[in-house]
């Protein structure tokens, strides 16, 4: 039998079919009539079916006594896990509990998350890792354009006759989006490329600047400064006042001298963009994860509007987005300053509204963040209840949730996180379940049950309902694809969709109300002091970043055994200079020494980083890498930042 | 040559013999699914098949070696270890099968032989019938006159169909499939079915376009002659994804692995595996002889067209099925007709 469905992988959001013989996926293979996916799949979407049958998928509920996992029933692991939250509600309040979603849940269950947040726990304080990924994008486009999600299409790649990639490598991070952007290359559109590090696909793309880490803003700021100076903005971007005076401060030699990069590579990439009839703007976390990346991203928006590449074809920003579903973290609410439908919380109709349907009042300001919950568990936060998420590996947590009086997980695996949890609820994989999910450029797409649950495993949607009702709700046991109808409700864009529109291969696009271009401007910030500055203690600017295969915390990865062998361990890169310096060669053991931590591993000589900065893979399951940058985070978005000060020492 | 019988079957009567056959063995045909793509599937009912189909892009080796294979569970709980093999493989007719995909079996039955003879594959394919048709539709991405891969055989199959109409031609390719024509009711084919065959395999050859033309590249690539650069670009093009491996019906690498239930017991099996990949070469020591993804292209183009292997094998890696055309993520790059034309056009070393 063949099962038509979504990779469970990256934003891309694949066309996969899984071929099912006697309740078992045996295999993967990538769906032809699929307009991502078009016929083919990345080494992750080809091996999405090993991690399914893994025998270390969880199939009963577990209750920890005396530090040991018993196995338990559903009915016992409901009521312990239910208690146990009751108990720190009652002592603490509801403000002590928190609650951390999954960006690979279904849009039915993280809009079902934020509501059981919301209206059953009553906190403020739900998240999921989109904060570290996306939060600058959507704390950056939302109040500009009303949506915190793209404005392109892959597509749109095709017929754009320029695409401006800042801090991003999409043929290891989003690969069919890489694919759309290389043969736009090999067909002679102008691919500009902003990035630090050199990319396979560099020698393709018409030219690439590569500034040092946390100098982007300066660049973007640049361009902008540039473009204006050569009048090549578009008649209808008109310039809001005292612009021209603001950013004369940003001259093309100020950045060139920061970045390391001649003042005329600015402007020549500059020129490449704005004279193009058409761009699209790609963006990732590169820009996001390094210092003002919010400040960034409004400078990003800054130069659509201005170059009028906004709402055409061939034209709009695309932010990669990690995760199968992590716009539906976005667009579902599943965040605490966020209600469903891209309204922030303190938009005070859409509070009220969320109020009245959810039958629960609503905070007027937003609770922790997922760094504050990790920061602050154990004093202001008693509880937590993750669904799907590995804090220790994403965010070095474990010594945080030791400190919880309570700590519910919900996953497939016991991974680091559940093995520090006092109840652990085993949920069912994507090949196990009904629901849609939202790709990075808003498709919503269907993802279909090929077997029956594996052991007792549940799909997310039952396992909230069920821990709901034991608090005392009333929700209907419904399946997950019926909640699809309520979840419309919340979400106007959704509302225009239905089951039988996202079933095709391909799915259906959430619409966006277009505005004809006359959109405001972002302010321009001025660049802010990283805070962790290189010094003669530590030389290097160091940078971190996912891997080809470990993205977000590695859990389906490191239980695939052909993804988990493809990058056993994660290598650090060091350019040529730096290792003739220190006598280091490809191979040897390393020792990084940060203001935080120290991270022993093997060295990968190559001219892929600038002299001066280093680049490691994170994806060791236990958060060594990540103690490396401490506690640095953007202010306003609250997103931990992946660049510091580093030294570098033979082990 | 042996002289191949030739038969006349009408299309209703074989597809009611084929139900009949699925009560008992599996009959496994061309399907169409609910997204409208064809697959081999196994079928109950003659409704279920369809003619109307290019070729699948998973491809049928996967009925002889599966992607996912158990061999044996194990305890090594007691005094000695206890093993249970797999169930073993049962009876199947795979009805349907392009010439190319059945060239892709005569490839796979050459690397299952040899010194190390492969039981379980053979166990498979000794109980597997291919009844084969005859291509009269190639996808826009075909090229099998390319590579003697088609459009129809002269031997390679049990039975061998050529689409007439209300009929069937029926060539008897072994015991296998006579047995099949046996229990039809058939006439002789003639001299006039005969020449009807020729002129449709005559315009299924003329709607090829012959891309792939192999032999400037097998000799450029077994005196290595092709041009560093190209290898390395190619290098840089690939996403190793391994999708060109995966669905080539030459390609039969595989990986041995186990699923330990407990610590004592588990379940050994093999699953398909791509060369494509930096996994598949790396060696305990940490040492890869193809860490970099030039030396995996390059390696996987000599395995497909080097002289030394077309010698060994007794022809070459490559039945022009096209597939790799299609889920090559580097579209149009790196799939063999396009590499095949770079080394001819781009590629070549001058001689000095």
């Known amino acids: 039998m063949n099962v038509p469905t979504v990779c469970p992988f990256c934003g891309c959001g694949c066309g996969l079919i899984l071929e099912v013989e006697q309740n078992r996926v045996c295999a993967a293979f990538p769906q032809r009539s699929h307009p991502v996916s078009r016929g083919t799949l990345c080494i992750k979407g080809w091996n999405s079916h090993e991690f399914i049958h893994h025998p270390q998928r969880l199939t009963h509920p577990l209750i920890k006594k005396n530090g040991v996992f018993k196995q338990a029933s559903w009915s016992q692991a409901i009521a312990f896990a239910a208690q146990g939250l009751q108990r720190v509600q009652e002592r603490y309040g509801a403000h002590a509990l928190g609650v951390v979603g999954s960006v690979k849940s279904t849009n039915e269950e993280q809009y079902l998350l934020a509501r059981f947040s919301r209206s059953v726990l009553q906190t403020a304080n739900l998240d999921t890792a989109m904060r570290l990924h996306a939060s600058p994008t959507v704390r950056g486009l939302l109040p500009h354009w009303g949506y915190g999600a793209a404005g392109a299409a892959m597509t749109d790649l095709e017929s754009a006759k320029a695409i401006l990639i800042v801090g991003a490598n999409p043929k290891a991070q989003s690969a069919n989006l890489g694919s759309f952007i290389l043969q736009a290359a090999k067909r002679g559109s102008r691919v500009l490329l902003i990035d630090s590090r050199e990319q396979d696909h560099s020698r393709f793309y018409g030219q690439q600047i590569r500034p040092r880490p946390n100098t982007y803003l300066l660049i973007l700021q640049a361009m902008l400064q540039t473009i204006i100076s050569n009048g090549w903005q578009r008649p209808a971007a008109a310039l809001s006042s005292g612009w021209k005076e603001k950013l004369a401060a940003y001259s093309a030699e100020r950045a060139a001298a920061a970045a390391g990069v001649t003042a005329q590579e600015i402007r020549s990439l500059t020129e490449s963009f704005a004279t193009a009839e058409t761009a699209v703007i790609v963006y990732g976390d590169g820009i996001t994860q390094h210092a003002d990346g919010l400040a960034c991203v409004h400078a990003l928006w800054n130069l659509a509007v201005i170059t009028g590449n906004l709402d055409k074809a061939g034209c709009g920003l695309l932010p990669l987005m990690n995760s199968n579903n992590m716009q539906g973290s976005i667009d579902m609410g599943m965040a605490t300053e966020l209600l469903p439908g891209h309204a922030f919380l303190t938009d005070r109709s859409a509070a009220d509204h969320f109020s009245r349907i959810w039958n629960c009042s609503l905070p007027e300001e937003p609770g922790k963040t997922l760094p504050e919950m990790v920061r602050q568990a154990g004093t202001s936060l008693r509880a937590l209840y993750v669904v799907g998420e590995n804090l220790a590996a994403s965010m070095a947590a474990a010594p945080a949730l030791a400190r919880l009086d309570f700590l519910v997980v919900q996953d497939l695996f016991l991974t680091e996180t559940a093995q520090a949890a006092h109840v652990v609820l085993p949920a069912c994989s994507f090949a196990e379940k009904e629901g849609t999910v939202t790709n990075l450029e808003r498709r919503v797409q269907r993802i279909r049950k090929a077997i029956a649950p594996l052991g007792e495993s549940k799909p997310d949607a039952e396992i909230i309902t069920l821990l709901a009702n034991k608090l005392g709700s009333a929700w209907p046991d419904r399946d997950a694809l019926s909640w699809f109808g309520e979840m419309q409700n919340a979400h106007p864009a959704y509302g225009q969709l239905d089951v039988e529109s996202v079933s095709h291969p391909g799915g259906a696009v959430w619409p966006v109300v277009r505005n004809g271009s006359r959109y405001a401007y972002a302010p321009i910030e001025a660049p802010t002091a990283p805070g962790d500055e290189p010094d003669a203690e530590f030389p290097f600017l160091l940078t971190m970043g996912p891997g080809r295969l470990h993205r977000m915390t590695g859990t389906l990865i490191q239980h695939s055994f052909t993804l988990e062998r493809e990058e056993p361990f994660g290598l650090l890169e060091v350019n040529p200079e730096d290792a003739k310096a220190l006598k280091c060669r490809s191979g040897s053991a390393v020792r990084i020494k940060t203001r935080q931590g120290e991270w022993v591993g093997q060295a990968a000589v190559t001219r892929a980083v600038l002299a001066g900065t280093l680049h490691l893979s994170v994806f060791d399951r236990e958060g060594k890498a990540l103690a490396l940058l401490g506690t640095l985070m953007d202010p306003r978005t609250k997103i931990p930042l992946k660049v510091c000060a580093a030294r570098l020492e033979m082990a | ?352």
């Open chain 2, 1 to 352: 040559m042996p002289i191949i019988e030739k038969w006349l079957i009408s299309k209703t009567h074989l597809f009611e013999r084929l139900e009949s056959l699925s009560r008992e063995q599996t009959v496994i045909a061309p399907v169409r699914q609910s997204d409208g793509e064809v697959s081999f599937q196994p079928i109950r009912s003659a409704d279920e098949i369809t003619l109307e189909y290019v070729n699948e892009l998973h491809p049928p080796k996967r009925f002889l070696q599966p992607v996912f294979e158990p061999l044996f569970t194990f305890n090594l709980g007691g005094a000695r270890p206890q093993l249970t093999a797999a169930p073993p493989p049962s009876p199947q007719i795979l009805f349907g099968v392009r010439s190319c995909d059945v060239q892709g079996f005569r490839h796979m039955d050459g690397f299952f032989s040899g010194a190390f003879k492969d039981d379980l594959y053979w166990q498979r394919r000794n109980q597997t019938t291919v009844i084969s048709m005859a291509c009269l539709q190639p996808a826009d991405t075909c090229f099998c006159i390319c590579c003697n891969g088609g459009p129809y055989l002269s031997d390679g199959f049990d039975l061998q169909l050529t689409d007439l109409g209300e009929l069937f031609l029926a060539e008897v390719g072994s015991s296998k499939g006579a047995a099949i024509v046996q229990t039809c009711d058939r006439q002789s084919a003639g001299d006039k079915e005969e020449r009807h065959r020729q002129a449709l395999m005559q315009a299924c050859d003329e709607k090829m376009i012959p891309t792939a033309y192999l032999a400037k590249a097998v000799i450029a690539i077994t005196n290595q002659r092709v041009d560093e650069k190209l290898w390395e670009e190619m290098g840089l093009e690939c996403f190793s994804c391994g999708g060109c491996t995966h669905v080539c019906p030459c390609c039969t690498c595989f990986e041995v692995l186990d699923h330990r239930e407990t610590e004592k017991t588990g379940l050994r099996f093999r699953c398909w595996d791509s060369c494509q990949y930096a996994g598949f070469t790396r060696e305990a020591s940490g040492h890869n002889p193809r860490a970099q993804s030039k030396e995996r292209v390059k390696r996987r183009f000599y395995h497909k067209l080097s002289f030394a292997y077309i010698q060994a094998d007794g022809h070459p890696g490559c039945v022009g099925c096209g597939r790799c055309i299609t889920v090559c993520q580097a579209f149009g790059l790196l799939d063999m007709a396009a590499v095949v034309k770079r080394i001819r056009r781009e590629g070549q070393m001058v001689a000095e």
